[in-house]
């Protein structure tokens, strides 16, 4: 599914290391494992319900991962166990300030609708980064 060249000259901005996700008894990831250097450009193929959107997921926590290890830039995601067999942060203030760095763009857009696409766009700058909007003139 994933092939990523090692390449220590760069800063790792992102290292999955054995992520396993099941829904029930579907298995999904079956310990998948992804570095992604500073810059790189990385694709995710495979077959619909393959589980390219939940490993993306795993990265952030939208989907709690059952095993595995995450890295955002040389930051370890801390995770505990849950009684649900799932792993879960161990750190919500951890949790949210590696999210405010981690960009996603959803597969239908979830836009809201009786927004324009200027103030959709700034919602996550402003409310999220508390980025400043600029004075209109
Ligand atoms: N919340 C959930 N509960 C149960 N099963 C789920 C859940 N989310 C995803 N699945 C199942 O996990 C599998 C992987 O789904 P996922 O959405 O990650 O696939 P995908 O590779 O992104 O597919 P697509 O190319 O259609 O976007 C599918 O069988 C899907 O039905
Ligand atoms: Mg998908």
Not at 17 to 22: A, G, T
Not at 100 to 110: K, S
Not at 122 to 129: A, H, N, R, Y
């Amino acid at each position: 599914m994933l092939d990523t060249a090692k390449n220590p000259t760069r800063p790792i901005a992102l290292d999955l290391q054995d992520i396993h996700k099941s829904y029930g008894s579907l298995e999904v990831l079956k310990g998948v494992s992804l570095t992604a250097y500073d810059g790189d450009v990385i694709s995710i193929l495979g077959s619909s319900g393959s589980g390219k959107s939940t490993l993306l997921r795993c990265i952030n926590l939208l989907e709690n991962p059952n095993h595995g290890r995450i890295l955002i830039g040389n930051e370890e995601l801390m995770l505990k166990p849950a009684k649900s067999g799932e792993l879960q942060a161990a750190d919500v203030k951890q949790l949210e300030s590696l999210r405010a760095r981690v960009g996603f763009v959803f597969q239908n857009f979830n836009l809201w609708p009786h927004k324009t696409i200027l103030q959709n766009i700034i919602e996550g700058p402003t409310q999220v980064l508390k980025i400043k909007k600029r004075p209109s003139n």
